[in-house]
């Protein structure tokens, strides 16, 4: 039995890995986001075989000026749980950060928490996935003073400047890659002098990152975001620390899940996490 380092996967070992996962969420394909995690983190998404059987996967982003990485999609097999695996591939990752110099910060299941916490993980909170409602109705207009546009307009460097004192590190690898998978998918606003004060990215299911100077901001960028097309009703994860939540539930967002934030090898994590309206996902941030 051996983890690996995942660097280029063929199809066939990424629709392996894809079918584990989904069978052990119970869900749809996840196959994009592990794509995504490899075209950020060289050596960022790991497997453990069993024989010839791959029986556990997980990934993570690092975030080596902030100190800290994100660790996400932890699986293992359905068939061969309760043998270890699942903290044989977390510590397979941990070990990965840790050795970049971060530290370690994922979202954790009612499921996976006791594990880690037999890990060493910490409990930070909580992060809470909403659910669009379906009727949104008339359009929030932009308040004078306030200029909108989208990232592709008004330049990514702009952005990941400001997103980087929010959330604490440097993240533009991964916003550049939002932006070319969701082209046209973003609001940015603003102010009369041209400075930034909130931006946010319409993935092709879920609303995020939202990053934003005040929750107002923040509701009209989610607002306006809410306006694109979709297939099914959106979700958007507000994390620990955030003050967006009411507002998100001013809007008719309704909470359909929470899970536990928990950090190993770092305490409180840098930037200005009450700006954060929303993260990318359970598993980067």
Do not use: N
Not at 137 to 144: H, K
């Amino acid at each position: 039995m051996q983890v690996e380092d995942v660097l280029a996967p063929s199809d066939t070992l990424l629709d392996e890995i894809d079918a584990l996962l989904m069978r052990a969420y119970g869900s749809g394909s996840r196959r994009s986001r592990v794509e995504r995690f490899l075209a950020v983190e060289h050596g960022g998404w790991v497997l453990l075989r069993d024989a010839d059987r791959v029986v556990g996967v997980g990934g993570y982003v690092a975030y080596p000026s902030g100190g800290f990485g994100w660790i996400g999609l932890v699986a293992t097999d359905p068939d061969v749980e309760r043998r270890g695996f699942g903290r044989i591939v977390t510590q397979a990752l941990v070990d990965r950060l840790t050795a970049l110099g971060c530290g370690s910060v994922l979202d954790a299941s009612a499921k996976g928490a006791p594990l880690y916490e037999r890990m060493g993980f910490v409990d930070h909170g909580e992060s809470r996935l909403f659910l669009a409602p379906t009727d949104i109705g008339p359009a929030r207009g932009v308040p004078l003073g306030l200029h909108s546009s989208t990232i592709e307009e008004i330049g990514l460097t702009r952005v990941t400047e400001y997103d980087a004192v929010a959330f604490g590190a440097d993240r533009s690898s991964l916003l550049r890659l939002l932006v070319d998978l969701f082209a046209g998918r973003s609001v940015v606003l603003c102010g009369a002098d041209g400075r930034v004060v909130g931006y946010g990215i319409a993935q092709d299911d879920g609303i995020g990152p939202v990053v934003a100077d005040d929750d107002t901001t923040g509701a009209l960028i989610v607002d306006s975001l809410l306006r694109l097309s979709w297939d099914a009703a959106p979700w958007l994860i507000v994390p620990p620390g955030s003050l967006f939540a009411p507002a998100a539930e001013s809007m008719g967002f309704v909470l359909q899940r929470s899970l536990r934030r928990q950090h190993l090898g770092i305490g409180t994590l840098p930037g200005r996490r009450e700006v954060i309206c929303a993260q990318i996902s359970f598993g980067e941030g």
